[in-house]
């Protein structure tokens, strides 16, 4: 199974330090058959931070899902109060390491769990993994 990956980041090397949908960018990666491939970095240009909105609000998870069409599995150090929305979307993994690179070999090592959560279509739940 292909599942495109996105990794929440502000500098394109670590996970940023808030959570998933505040991330300046997404690096999103392809695995397939037991090899990756990076693909783009996109730009959260759908929320920019704005202050204004409060943590958990449906805007906020609505925007992150516009900027991420395509993906399959959102990681990151930190997910807000979204998670639920996110989660009938995405399968969200939260990985305990500070690289993206260390984050793609993590996720690498556990596809058979991510493709056994992307195949549940009602009842997901978030994975966490460590390095």
Do not use: W
Request: charged share 35%.
């Amino acid at each position: 199974m292909e599942l495109k990956i996105a990794f929440g980041t502000d500098d394109g090397k670590h996970f940023n330090d808030h959570h998933f949908g505040m991330a300046k960018y997404y690096l999103v990666y392809k695995f397939f058959n037991g090899g990756k491939e990076f693909l783009e970095k996109r730009k959260n240009v759908n929320f920019e931070g704005d202050e204004s909105i409060k943590h958990g609000d449906p805007e906020k998870a609505k925007a992150t899902s516009g900027v991420l069409q395509g993906v399959d599995v959102a990681v990151a150090r930190r997910f807000g109060p979204n998670i639920t929305r996110l989660l009938k979307k995405f399968v969200c993994v939260l990985v305990r390491t500070g690289t993206i690179a260390d984050a793609v070999e993590t996720i690498n090592t556990h596809m058979d769990e991510v493709i056994e959560e992307k195949k549940k279509t009602t009842d997901r739940k978030h994975l966490i993994f460590k390095k």
